[in-house]
């Protein structure tokens, strides 16, 4: 398992009968040239020892948030900053629980809400405990968070009940571990572009011609793909949301400098055409404010057309190219009609007419139009970081197919 070679993992080991199982899983993860720092929540610490724990790290072992040997090190920041994944085995349903609310009791939670990194939670527990609809509410808060669920496997607890919620075996919790490194590794030699939010076309120095795009849907999806190894950049048109971790930004206004940036960052594998461009402008914009006595009519021309020029050009053409169709109506009719025209190879189309996915909706509900494919995909209601989450791992199958 070469992707581990030099990995930095925390594992937080949660109370339970399974919790002696971790100490294998900390053997195997050193013997792939891993290293492992440990948490033992309160709960562990009746199953297994930190001198058991330690032995086999050969690292300190973390037990409590408040230290007095340790206060100036604050290791809930430590931690949850070295760690290049974070690593729940098992994880309980209260911590679940916990985990799901926010809540920051004790320092395996504190860590958890302290980091910026990717969280896996490999569960253990009786299997009413599991099929407990709280429980599944729990996980798919998660889930929709940055929370990737290993799941239990099938077989007889040490209970005496037989079903789902036995603890997965350390070899396949490594195995995924390993294969979401490699992900990352492979991911790192494509390029990705994307636009979000909405241009401006300027009448003058004080009034525009705009649209409601709030860019959340393109910004989770620049996000996603430098999660999963992208190199990504970011057009951006105004808006009010944080730059995306690691993502190179590029601030623009108007449709005319969006074409202009994206041209100067061509070639790359994959460009996302997510903003909302301004289909017009003013023929010509007035230096100076425009009274609202001489306001008269406005002459209008049309905008260039990003996505059109960018999938139509045949040196710097990505491989895949993405263009997104926000409707009102005719949603299907429309997405097929601008995939044929604009020579696309994927329409992300969803109706804006749904208050619920609307513009300012933190939630999104798309559908997936593919070029040479009659089938239809759909990505049901959810947060805009989930679809991304869908989207983005779409995107990189299909990359590598490619080749």
Known sequence: MKNLINKKILLIICGGIAAYKALELIRILKKNSCTVKTILTKGALEFITPLSVSSLSNEKVYTD?????????????????????????????????????????????????????DIFLAPAMNVRMWENKITKENLNKLINSKYNVID?????????EYGTGKFAEPIEITNIINNYFKNLEENKKFKALITAGPTREYIDPVRYISNRSSGKQGYALAEELQKNGFQTTLISGPTNLKSPHGVEIINVNSAQEMFEKTIENLPVDVAIFAAAVADFKVEETKTDKIQKNVLGSLKLQ??????????????????????????????????????????????????????????????????????????????????????????????????????
């Open 152 to 160: 239990p496997n099938i077989g007889e607890m040490a209970c005496g």
């Open 302 to 403: 049309k905008t260039i057309d990003i996505l059109d020029h960018t999938s139509k050009h045949n040196k710097l053409r990505p491989k895949i190219v993405i263009g997104f169709a926000a409707e009102t109506k005719n949603v299907e009719e429309n997405s097929i009609n601008k995939l044929n025209q604009k020579n696309c190879d994927w329409i992300i189309a969803n109706d804006v007419s749904n208050k619920k996915i609307g513009f300012d909706s933190n939630y999104n509900e798309v559908k997936i139009f593919k070029k040479n494919k009659s089938k239809i995909e759909n990505i049901s209601y959810n947060t805009k970081e989930m679809i991304a989450k869908t989207l983005v791992k779409e995107i990189s199958n299909e990359l590598k197919v490619d080749g």
């Open 65 to 117: 948030l408040f230290n007095f040997e340790n206060e100036a090190e604050m290791d809930h920041i430590s931690l949850s900053r070295w760690a290049d994944v974070i690593l729940f085995a098992p994880v309980t349903a209260n911590k679940i629980a916990q985990l799901s609310n926010g809540l920051a009791e004790d320092l395996a939670t504190t860590v958890a809400l302290a980091s910026n990194k």
